[in-house]
C-alpha cells in the first residue's frame, strides 16, 4: 500500500520484538494504530511510543486465540478509528524441544496463536479491509514454513500453514475482482529478538537485526510486493527443495546446520539449563 497516512493499522504481537518496530515505522508514516497483544502493558508502552511521533495509537490487551475478544476488539475499532486498511497478523510463539518430550499444551498453542490467530483475525476483519479503498494484510510467516525444522515441528508446520493461507487468501482477492486489497507474506529466517534464544543460525543464513527485517517488510508492503524472503539463502530454499533429491536436500540440511539449529533454542527467559536436546523446554509457564 503505496500510503497509509490517517489510514487504521491494526498489528497483532506488538507489544515487543518486530510487532513494536513495524508499529514505530507505521507511526512514522503518519498512520493510526491499533496494537493488540497478549501483553496489555507492552502494547500500551508501543502504543505511547507511537504516540510520541505524534499519532493516534491506542494498545489492546487480546489473545489472539480469543474470537469473542477479536470480534468485540472489531467493534470497537470500527466506532473509535474506523475501517482496518492495514493488517499485520504478527502474534506468534514457539516451543522448541524433541516432539515426544514437549507437552501437547504446548504444540496446540502454537497452532492456536500462530495459525488459527492468523485466520480469526483475517476473517474478521478482511470484509472491512475490502470494503476500503486501498488496504494490505501482511502475514508474518517464517523461513521455517518451506521446511521442515526438527526440535520445531509444530512451529514450523504452523508457518507451512500461515504461507498456504496467505497465499491462498492473496489469490482468492485476486480471483474476487479485489485488486486493491494487497497481500505480503513474510518468511525471514531468525531474528535477534529473544524469541528464538539459543539457535545457532545455519551457515550462509545469518541472524537477522529485527530492524532489517522491519525496513524490508515495510519496503514490501510500500512496494506492494507479495513476498519477503530473508536472508538471501531463504530465497533459495523454495527452489532447492524443489529441484534437489530428498537425500541431498537432507545432506544440506545437515551441512548447513539448519537440521541442528533448534538443538539449543531456550526462547524468552528460559533458563541455560533448558538448552539439551533431550529436556521438555518451552518459554512460557505451562504445565509439563
Ligand atoms: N524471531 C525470529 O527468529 C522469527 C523468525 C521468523 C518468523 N518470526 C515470526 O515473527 C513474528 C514476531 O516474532 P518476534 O520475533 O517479534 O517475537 P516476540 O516473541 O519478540 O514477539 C511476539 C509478540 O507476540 C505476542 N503474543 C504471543 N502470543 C500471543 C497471543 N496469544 N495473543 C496476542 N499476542 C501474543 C507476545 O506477547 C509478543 O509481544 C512471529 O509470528 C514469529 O513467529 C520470528
Known amino acids: 500500500m503505496k500510503d497509509v497516512k490517517g489510514r487504521v493499522v491494526l498489528i497483532t504481537g506488538a507489544g515487543g520484538g518486530i510487532g513494536r518496530l513495524m508499529a514505530l515505522e507505521f507511526a512514522k508514516l503518519g498512520a493510526r494504530l491499533v496494537l493488540v497483544d497478549k501483553d496489555g502493558k507492552a502494547a500500551e508502552e508501543s502504543a505511547a511510543i507511537a504516540r510520541g511521533v505524534g499519532v493516534e495509537a491506542r494498545g489492546f490487551e487480546l489473545d489472539v486465540t480469543d474470537r469473542p475478544a477479536i470480534l468485540a476488539l472489531r467493534e470497537v475499532v470500527r466506532r473509535?478509528?474506523?475501517?482496518?486498511?492495514?493488517?499485520?497478523?504478527?502474534?506468534?510463539?514457539?516451543?522448541?524441544g524433541p516432539l515426544t518430550k514437549t507437552p501437547w499444551e504446548r504444540h496446540k498453542l502454537t497452532y492456536d496463536v500462530n495459525v488459527f490467530g492468523v485466520v480469526a483475525f483475517t476473517h474478521?476483519?478482511?470484509?472491512?479491509?475490502?470494503?476500503?479503498?486501498?488496504?494490505?494484510?501482511?502475514n508474518i510467516a517464517s523461513a521455517s514454513g518451506f521446511i521442515g525444522l526438527p526440535f520445531g515441528s509444530t512451529y514450523a508446520s504452523s508457518k507451512w500453514a500461515v504461507i498456504g493461507f496467505s497465499e491462498s487468501v492473496r489469490q482468492e482477492l485476486l480471483t474476487d475482482?479485489?485488486?486493491?486489497?494487497?497481500?505480503?507474506?513474510?518468511?525471514?529466517?531468525?531474528?535477534?529478538?529473544?524469541?528464538?534464544?539459543?539457535?545457532?543460525?545455519?551457515?550462509?543464513t545469518p541472524i537477522l537485526k529485527p530492524q532489517v527485517i522491519v525496513d524490508k517488510i515495510m519496503a514490501?508492503?510500500?512496494?506492494?510486493?507479495?513476498?519477503?524472503?530473508?536472508?538471501?539463502?531463504?530465497?533459495?530454499?523454495?527452489?532447492?527443495?524443489?529441484?534437489?533429491p530428498t537425500s541431498l536436500?537432507?545432506?544440506?540440511?545437515?551441512?548447513?546446520?539448519?537440521s541442528t539449529s533448534m538443538m539449543h533454542w531456550r526462547g524468552h527467559n528460559e533458563p541455560a539449563a533448558a538448552a539439551k536436546a533431550t529436556a521438555s523446554v518451552g518459554a512460557s509457564a505451562l504445565p509439563n
Request: proline share 5%; aromatic share 10%.
Open 80 to 96: 473509535d478509528f474506523g475501517r482496518v486498511a492495514v493488517l499485520v497478523n504478527n502474534a506468534g510463539v514457539v516451543f522448541g
Open 124 to 138: 474478521a476483519f478482511l470484509d472491512d479491509m475490502i470494503a476500503e479503498p486501498q488496504a494490505h494484510l501482511v
Open 177 to 204: 475482482g479485489h485488486k486493491h486489497v494487497k497481500v505480503t507474506t513474510v518468511c525471514p529466517s531468525y531474528i535477534a529478538t529473544g524469541m528464538f534464544e539459543g539457535v545457532k543460525g545455519p551457515l550462509l
Open 220 to 244: 514490501a508492503v510500500k512496494a506492494e510486493r507479495a513476498w519477503v524472503l530473508e536472508p538471501f539463502m531463504v530465497k533459495l530454499t523454495p527452489l532447492l527443495r524443489g529441484v534437489l
Open 249 to 258: 536436500f537432507d545432506w544440506a540440511g545437515k551441512l548447513f546446520g539448519v
